[in-house]
């Protein structure tokens, strides 16, 4: 009897659920829907054997998970390839009809979210993975199970597996940011990011209050389901009930295609959600499979960017502000406007001579465009909309923190605050101490590490390391209660046993990046043995020259330097080199390796630190001694020299894998 009504509940409120989020089109009213939510609440909490994993009441949250898991995908998530212009449409094209000649395609378009796997066991949704690598993605069934288009049961009893894009509308995202905005969060650059980090919750309520949505577009194994092709792929997600989006066409020309793009950009400004192109698949899923993939994507399919936006707006100030070596950096202040789904009010604007060069006003009506999608620049100044009202550019001759007199160094474009005690710089240092590339406290963040310091508890490096000396001070701070100091806390206390590469590069001193203190530490395995060394010595070194030598040897003749570090070592903070050799993999191990062609998902640099720090070795040239040869895409000669003398060969993909066994 009870089991009836549940189910019947169930059924009624993932009905109205799939009606009102996916098909924009309820058939029952809200508060029919709270009504019959609230007595399945009351039916599963006095009855908790009943509660089914379908049940929408797993929609509101609440499921909090330790960490994330891995899930390696049975069939890898690729990525594709990009192209940005007509021309390399139509040579898209060209290479198609080369195998097919004559193809269908299907254009849809790019969603700007993250890529999800869904799993569904005899019809009920069982796991949902990011992407990851490709090969293993993180384990956020608990977050998707709370996304409202994601159905929980489908309306067969069938094994399947969905691919799609989880994005967040452009209106949930100005209202989240406004939201913490008010809160004095940190607000996400754009949609893409916070769909992203909403998904990375521990907390399912947290994403279930995020208004996620997805579109799905791809059947991974699509062959055992009798479909043949994208677009019947596409038909069977939407009768499963799954969200897929309004906007996809079949198309047969590449003119087709480019009318098509035409037409999505035109209406891309109206569209509640962020697109950043548009992929071009072809059709027929036997015509995929002969165009084949390369080492990380199909040859049947590619997505076309749209250009960079650009928006126009009023630069109605010119500010400045200081960094952590003293250096200023002039900046804009803008009229508000929406650039790529982010509201932006300022752009970096460099140095003096950036603003001169570009000619920039104050007043002037400037294009600006976000550089590698996330830092604003101005682009150029409408120089015809100028009014007459305009105030030109003057460089300020004081430090505007600390009123000290700004110095232009020899060989620099910038001017410097020379006082090595301005609070801008000290509070500058503090956040570059603990940020993610340094000693990685988290937590740490500009506004936090400004009311420490402003408050007296947090004035030099080595004040982190005492910090829990003021405790039940700081739990009394409004905003901070015991659990957040705890885990203040317990993040710097972590940092501890970071290796020595992390705290040289956190020390901030001046030229000395986080490759540099790599090397650093790989050469004096102890920070006693870098302090000793002179600048003769520091010369020597591969990568470092006399600039960077004579800046570490200064560094390190301040008294103010050692105490500190002396403070540190008190309190117990590793000072020395912690070597990785303790995660040997024996097929890596004493092994000879060569890395061709570009790799995905690795730098080159961190490809050449995986191989080492599993134990093996690498080398620049195949042979017969070569081991092993891990290629790329667009793989060089040594490639064809593995082939012929029959060198085993890893795609990226069983590198990485290889890697985690
Ligand atoms: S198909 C093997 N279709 O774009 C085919 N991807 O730049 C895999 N994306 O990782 C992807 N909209 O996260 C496909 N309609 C669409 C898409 C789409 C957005 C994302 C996806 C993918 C990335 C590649």
Redesign the pocket.
């Known amino acids: 009897m009870l089991e009836k009504r549940i189910d019947e509940l169930i059924k009624i409120l993932n009905k109205a659920n799939y009606e009102y989020y996916t098909l924009d089109n309820p058939s029952i009213t809200d508060q029919e829907y709270d009504s019959y939510m609230d007595e399945l609440i009351k039916l599963e909490t006095n009855n908790p054997s009943l509660v089914r994993s379908d049940s929408p009441t797993v929609r509101i949250g609440g499921q909090i998970i330790d960490e994330f898991k891995k899930i390696t995908h049975s069939i890898p998530?690729?990525?594709?390839g990009?192209i940005f212009n007509y021309d390399e449409v139509r040579d898209f094209d060209t290479k198609v009809r080369k195998v097919i000649p004559n193809p269908e395609y299907v254009c849809?378009?790019?969603?700007?979210?993250?890529?999800v796997s869904l799993i569904y066991k005899k019809g009920k949704l069982v796991s949902g993975a990011t992407?990851g690598d490709g090969v293993v993605g993180e384990d956020i069934t608990h977050n998707v199970k709370t996304i409202k288009n994601i159905p929980l049961s489908l309306p067969v009893d069938i094994d399947i597996e969905v691919?799609?894009?989880i994005y967040m509308s452009i209106s949930s995202f100005t209202k989240l940011n406004e939201e913490r905005i008010k809160k004095g969060e940190k607000v996400f650059a754009n949609p893409r990011n916070a769909a992203a980090g909403s998904v990375r919750q521990l907390d399912s309520s947290i994403s279930a209050s995020r208004n996620l949505a997805t579109?799905m577009?791809?059947m991974p194994e699509a062959q055992i389901h009798n479909v043949k092709n994208q677009e019947e792929a596409l038909k069977f997600m939407s009768d499963l009930t799954f969200a897929v989006?309004p906007n996809?066409e079949k198309v047969s020309s590449v003119d087709e295609i480019i009318k098509y793009i035409e037409k999505i950009a035109s209406i891309r400004s109206d569209l509640p959600y962020e697109?950043?192109?548009v992929?071009i698949?072809v059709n027929n899923f036997l015509d995929q499979k002969k165009l084949g993939v390369t080492a990380k994507?199909?040859k049947w399919?590619i997505?076309y960017k749209f250009p960079a936006e650009e928006v126009l707006t009023k630069l109605n100030d010119i500010e400045f502000c200081v960094g952590r070596t003293g250096k200023i950096t002039p900046r804009a202040d803008l009229s508000p406007v929406r650039l790529k789904g982010s509201v932006v009010r300022s752009a970096t604007l460099n140095n003096q001579d950036y603003i001169k060069e570009k000619n920039i006003m104050i007043g002037d009506i400037v294009s600006i465009r976000k550089a590698g999608d996330v830092i604003p620049e101005v682009v150029e100044v409408k120089t015809e909309r100028r009014t007459g009202d305009e105030v030109p550019f003057k460089m300020i001759d004081k430090c505007p923190i600390c009123g000290s007199k700004l110095v232009k160094k020899e060989g620099e474009v910038a001017y410097f605050c020379t006082n090595i005690n301005c609070d801008a710089r000290n509070i500058e240092s503090l956040i570059h101490f603990a940020s993610r590339d340094a000693m990685n406290i988290e937590g740490f963040g500009e506004r936090i590490v400004e009311d420490f310091y402003n408050m007296g508890f947090l004035k030099k490096i080595e004040d982190y390391y005492t910090l829990k000396e003021h405790k039940t001070t700081l739990m009394e701070l409004e905003g901070f209660g015991e659990k957040s100091i705890n885990n203040l806390l317990n993040n710097i206390e972590n940092s501890k046993s970071n290796s020595l590469e992390r705290l040289i590069f956190g020390l901030g001193i001046k030229h000395v990046g986080k490759k540099t203190a790599k090397i650093l530490s790989e050469n004096y395995k102890t920070l006693d043995k870098l302090i000793e060394a002179d600048t003769e010595e520091l010369s020597l070194i591969d990568d470092i020259g006399s600039i960077i030598a004579n800046s570490i040897n200064s560094y390190f003749k301040e008294d103010k330097k050692i105490n500190m570090i002396n403070k540190l070592k008190e309190n117990n903070v590793n000072t020395n080199y912690l070597s990785k050799e303790k995660n040997i993999n024996e097929l890596f191990l004493d092994k000879t390796f060569v890395l061709t062609g570009t790799l995905d998902s690795l730098s080159r640099e961190e490809a050449k630190e995986l191989i080492e720090s599993k134990g093996g070795k690498n080398t620049n040239s195949v042979s017969k001694k070569t081991d092993v040869v891990i290629v790329g895409s667009s793989p060089g000669s040594k490639y064809d020299n593995a082939l012929n003398l029959g060198i085993t060969i890893w795609t990226e993909d069983e590198f990485i894998k290889n890697s985690r066994r």
């Open positions: 998530m690729m990525s594709l990009d849809e378009p790019k969603i700007d979210g993250l890529s992407r691919r799609g894009e579109f577009y791809h989006n996809i697109i950043d192109g992929v698949k994507v199909p399919a997505a």
